[in-house]
Structure formats: C-alpha cells, structure tokens
C-alpha cells in the first residue's frame, strides 16, 4: 500500500510515521524544509487541554503518545519535562484554577494548586502579589523540527508542492504526479489550495527567544488569561507565556492575529506581546534576545482540528487545522487516521473532528 502526504510539518510526520509502522510506503511532499511552517512557529506544548471534551480527549490521548515515544527520540529533539503552571493575577482567575483542579483531577491528569506563596517560590522571577497557579506536571515542550525530522528519518521526502489532487494522484509542481493509495493533506494553512471550502483561517503568531539563562525559568507558564484571548476568534490579542528549553534560553510569547497575511514582523504587535510578559515577569527585560519570528497556524471555528475522510473522496483524508496545538496533539492525530485506514475502533472517539462537522463553538 502506498501512502502520500502533503505536508513535512510535525502532523505529516507523526502520520508518516504511523502510516509505515502500519506497513504502508510512505512519500511525503513539501517544497519548504522538514518541520518549517507552523511547525517552527510553535512553542513545542506537550499539554493536555481543557477547552472542550474533545480538545481534553485529544490533547491527554496524545501526551500519553509522546511520554511513551520520548524515550525513543534523540536529544535533539529537546523534551523536556518541565510541567506547566498556570498562573492566576487574582481572585477571578484563582476561581479558574480551582475549577481545572476539578476537571483534570477528575480525570486522572496530576494537577496541584499552588497558593501565592508556593507560586513565588516555584517561579521567583514572577512579580510579587500573584494569587497562585495551577501545576500540571505531566506537561512539557520540546524542539518541534527536530522532532519531526527524526519522525521522516527512513520515510522518502520530496521537495515539491502538489498542486492538484485527484482520487489515487496527486500532481506536483514539476509536472510529475504520484499515485497512492491512501492521500493524507497535512500542510496547515495551505489545505485551502486544495480545499477551498474548508473553515481554516490562517493565525499569525510572534515568538521571540532569548540567550542562554539556565535555571532561569523552571516551568512553563501561561497566564489564566490567555483563555480569554485564545476564545476569540477574529480580535488580535497578546498574552503572558514563556516555555524554558533543554538550551537553557526561554521562548516566550503568545500573540494572535487573524486577517494577517504578511509573514514580517509587526513591531507594535512584538512590543505588546513583551509588555505583557514584562508585567508578569519583569526580569525578562534585562535578558538578551537572540531572534524574533512568525508563522501562521490554521484554526478552524471550534479549535478542532479537521481529521478524516475528506468529503467526496474515497483515498484523500485530512489532517488540518490544530492551531496553536499541533504540536501537542500530532501523535493523536496520526493514530486516529490510521485506526481509520485500518478500518479499527479507536481509543477516543473520532467524530468530534471529521470534516464536514458542525464548526459552531460555544
């Protein structure tokens, strides 16, 4: 059986790989680098996710995925287990971390609640007067390219872009075409070239990483905040969230931008996403930066990623539209395609995410 995916970022690496453990001969098509895109934009979250139901089956199905896999990946690939705390600004929000408490505690994640006093002393460089936090130490990061180059090590890649699919063939920018059995459109943003229907919106995203400041920073953190901006989906915003890595230098963001279609950095937007982490940690501002970058990720209406049989055809499948957790919830992602391939149940359920769904969200 032969296989063909388009898209070399961490999606399309995770189903390559699934797809030749399953036996299949696996091509993947890409004009840019393995792990570019949305892949090198990302932050490298290995999170479990509480929006809804189906993002907390998701997310925790594939963190199972990537503690059992992480023993098998290289150093390159940067896992680091450094949990995650959520950090609440006061009273309203601390009602939020007592609430995730709640949920994920009932649902066998490990979770602690911090008050003010254990927060300052888990993170010091965080400004003094916070209400507290909510760890979740099964959560990490990693070094998401690197991570996707070890998952194509023995898969064929081509440097191409498939311009036109049919059932069975994809066609490539070179004029040569492909035939496969199986066709599994993973390259984000760029499915609606092949889907114009399809509800993705490309999101603009700032990352800036620092020097070298081992010890610095011991969690990743993200203000309870950020899940008011991350519900929005047409206003740009800024939140609080910065990631240590493996390197010891600290990546920090978060920014949203819907409408955005120039790739530069917007200079305003950079400044407003630093702000914001200056106000939760005011140390960061006498750190040294070292590179500052965008990337777009395709979001769908209801922070669901599109996985499945794409309408109208009986070879092609889609695996799109994860957002800011592509990362995250890659593995999942792969290991519901290829239950379905297989024609076998899977271990969650997959009709939360089929394309052709219902996209309103709450």
């Given at each position: 059986?032969?296989?063909?995916i388009?898209?070399?970022?961490?999606?399309?690496a995770a189903?390559?790989?699934e797809l030749q453990r399953?036996?299949?001969?696996?091509?993947?098509?890409?004009p840019g680098?393995i792990?570019?895109?949305?892949?090198?934009?990302g932050?490298?979250?290995?999170a479990?996710?509480?929006?809804s139901?189906a993002?907390?089956?998701l997310?925790?199905?594939s963190?199972?995925?990537?503690?059992?896999?992480?023993?098998e990946?290289p150093?390159?690939?940067?896992?680091l287990?450094?949990g995650?705390?959520?950090?609440?600004a006061?009273?309203?929000e601390?009602a939020?971390?007592h609430?995730?408490?709640a949920y994920?505690?009932?649902?066998?994640?490990p979770?602690e609640?911090?008050?003010s006093?254990?927060?300052?002393?888990?993170?010091?460089?965080l400004r003094p007067?916070m209400?507290?936090?909510?760890?979740?130490?099964?959560?990490?990061?990693?070094?998401p390219p690197c991570?996707?180059?070890?998952?194509?090590?023995?898969v064929?890649?081509i440097?191409?872009?498939?311009v036109?699919?049919?059932?069975?063939e994809?066609?490539?920018?070179?004029?040569?075409?492909l035939e496969?059995?199986v066709?599994?459109?993973?390259?984000?943003?760029a499915?609606?070239d092949?889907f114009?229907d399809?509800?993705?919106?490309?999101?603009?995203?700032?990352?800036?990483?620092?020097?070298?400041y081992?010890?610095?920073l011991?969690?990743q953190?993200?203000e309870l905040?950020y899940?008011?901006?991350?519900?929005?989906t047409?206003?740009?915003?800024v939140?609080?969230?910065a990631?240590?890595r493996?390197?010891g230098q600290?990546l920090?963001g978060s920014?949203r931008?819907?409408?955005a279609?120039?790739?530069?950095?917007d200079p305003p937007?950079?400044a407003?996403?630093?702000q914001?982490a200056?106000?939760?940690?005011?140390?960061?501002?006498?750190?040294?930066?070292?590179?500052?970058?965008?990337?777009f990720?395709a979001?769908?209406?209801?922070?669901l990623p599109?996985?499945?049989?794409?309408?109208g055809?009986?070879?092609?499948?889609l695996?799109?539209?994860h957002?800011g957790?592509?990362?995250?919830?890659?593995?999942a992602?792969?290991?519901l395609?290829a239950d379905?391939l297989m024609n076998?149940?899977?271990?969650i359920?997959r009709?939360?995410?089929?394309?052709?769904?219902?996209y309103?969200?709450?």
């Open positions: 059986m032969r296989a063909v388009i898209g070399a970022g961490i999606v399309g189903c390559a790989y399953e036996g299949f001969q696996v091509t993947v098509c890409d680098v792990g570019g895109g949305a892949t090198a934009a932050m490298g979250h290995l479990v996710m509480d929006d139901p993002q907390f089956a997310t925790s199905y963190q199972a995925l990537w503690r059992e896999l992480a023993e990946l150093p390159t690939a940067e896992i287990p450094c995650s705390l959520w950090i609440a006061d009273a309203e601390m939020e971390v609430r995730k408490f994920y505690s009932e649902r066998g994640i979770v609640v911090l008050d006093q254990q927060l300052a002393e888990a993170e010091p460089h007067g209400a507290g936090g909510l760890l979740m130490s099964a959560d990490g990061v990693c070094y991570a996707a180059e070890w998952l194509l090590r023995s064929s890649v440097r191409a872009r498939v036109r699919l049919a059932e069975g994809v066609t490539l920018d070179r004029g040569s075409r496969a059995d066709i599994i459109v993973a390259n984000g943003t499915a609606v092949l114009p399809l509800p993705l919106a490309p999101r603009k995203g700032h990352l800036l990483i620092t020097d070298r081992p010890g610095w011991r969690h953190l993200i905040g899940l008011k901006s991350a519900h929005s047409t206003a740009d915003s939140a609080f969230n990631q240590p493996a390197t600290i920090i920014s931008q819907f409408g279609v120039n790739g530069e950095i937007m950079l407003r996403m630093l914001r200056f106000e939760y940690m005011p140390g960061l501002a006498q750190l040294a930066s070292i590179r500052t970058w965008t990337g990720r979001a769908t209406p209801d922070k599109v996985i499945g049989h794409a309408p055809y009986s070879t092609v499948y695996a799109t539209g957002e957790l592509g990362i995250s919830t890659s593995l992602t792969a290991k395609l379905q076998r149940e899977s271990r359920p009709e939360p995410y089929l394309p052709g769904r219902s309103s969200h709450d």
